[in-house]
């Protein structure tokens, strides 16, 4: 048997007042059946780009979880996005870029929650707007924790101001030259320049 092994089984017969407070707090949790927190969390979405509003939630949920990785879901056979995984991967990159290594951005293709595992996320974390995006949300939910039972979801509220954007939207009302500032990033902006025949306002 290998010695580590041998040390684990010796420490855990040793009478719990000799074990260190981890030890005992982790054997406390353990008997209750109770996981031990999360310490990475996974932000999934299109981002086709990212806007204030999931920037808003990415600061949220730094607050919370000590390490973030935003993940760019795409779908090689029928992505209809207007930029590339990589495109929105830099964009998100550069919206964070003082954050350091807390935050890890990514893309991934096939199931959310074989990618969680892969990364070892055990948190994937979602925005909420309104209620017309609760049905959506929950039936995705209830379809990952089919899937993967310790993967749990949690969802963050962006900030009112951003109720009503969207991806969607925002390059909608971009491509016929609407005001999209305060909505998205200024390199977003930059980005939509382009692609559009009409400027968007700076
Ligand atoms: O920003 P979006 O488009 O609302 O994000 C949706 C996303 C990417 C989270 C969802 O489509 C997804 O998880 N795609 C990966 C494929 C998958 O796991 N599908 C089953 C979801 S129950």
């Known amino acids: ?116 595992d892969r990364i070892g996320a055990r948190v994937i974390v979602r925005g909420l707007r309104a209620v017309s995006d609760f049905e959506y949300e929950f039936q995705m939910t209830m379809m990952n924790r089919h899937l993967k039972p310790n993967i749990e979801t949690v969802f963050m509220m962006a900030d009112e101001s951003y109720f009503y954007t969207s991806s969607r939207l925002v390059k909608e009302v971009a491509s016929f030259g609407g005001d999209v500032r305060n909505l998205v990033p200024d390199f977003v902006l930059d980005r939509f320049a382009p692609r559009f025949a009409r400027k968007p306002r700076r």
């Open 1 to 116: 048997m290998p010695a580590t092994r041998s040390r684990t089984k010796a420490a855990a017969r040793r009478p719990s007042s000799r074990r260190s407070p981890s030890a005992r707090a982790s054997s406390r949790t353990k008997a209750r059946g109770v996981a031990e927190p999360a310490q990475m969390a996974v932000y999934p979405g299109s981002f086709d780009p990212i806007t204030n509003g999931h920037v808003d939630i990415i600061r949220r949920s730094l607050r919370v979880f000590p390490r973030l990785t935003v993940a760019v879901a795409y779908n090689p056979n029928k992505d209809q996005a207007m930029f590339t995984p990589a495109e929105r991967v830099d964009m998100i990159r550069e919206a964070f870029a003082d954050v350091g290594d807390r935050i890890v951005v990514d893309s991934f293709t096939g199931l959310l929650v074989d990618y969680a």
